[in-house]
């Protein structure tokens, strides 16, 4: 079982940046994948990025790519977004996932996860 605390959302004015982090816990941690969703009310879930705990592999949604970085602490199980070049469409509830690396890895819809709390992110124009 993976436990999972986010941390870091708030308010940016457009083009600023922030760093959100996820702090996990699990037995075998090395055997999953930490990625970073966000969802609008009334809007489905919308995958961003995602890392390999074991071999720090990562990959991105389009919609992302160039603008936010995952990242890893592996002595602190942390798994981090920076997010830079914010825009107003950013603006989202964000959620740190953890998904077996057999099960998860290389795609963007994770039925079968565990989900942290989610912070909220509000990008101002």
């Known amino acids: 079982q993976v436990q999972l605390v986010e941390s870091g959302g708030g308010l940016v004015q457009a083009g600023g940046s922030l760093r959100l982090s996820c702090a996990a816990s699990a037995r075998n941690l090395f055997t999953y994948t930490v990625g970073w969703f966000r969802q609008n009310p009334g809007k489905e879930r919308e995958f961003g990025a995602a890392?390999?705990?074991?071999?720090?592999?990562?990959y991105y949604a389009d919609s992302v790519k160039g603008r936010f970085t995952i990242s890893r602490d592996g002595g602190k199980n942390t798994v981090y977004l920076q997010m830079n070049s914010l825009k107003p469409e950013d603006t989202a509830v964000y959620y740190c996932?953890?998904?077996?690396?057999?099960?998860?890895?290389?795609?963007?819809?994770?039925?079968?996860?565990?989900w942290g709390q989610g912070t909220q992110v509000t990008v101002s124009s």
């Open positions: 996932a953890a998904g077996l690396s057999l099960k998860v890895w290389g795609s963007e819809e994770w039925s079968d996860a565990t």
């Open positions: 890392i390999s705990m074991s071999s720090g592999g990562t």
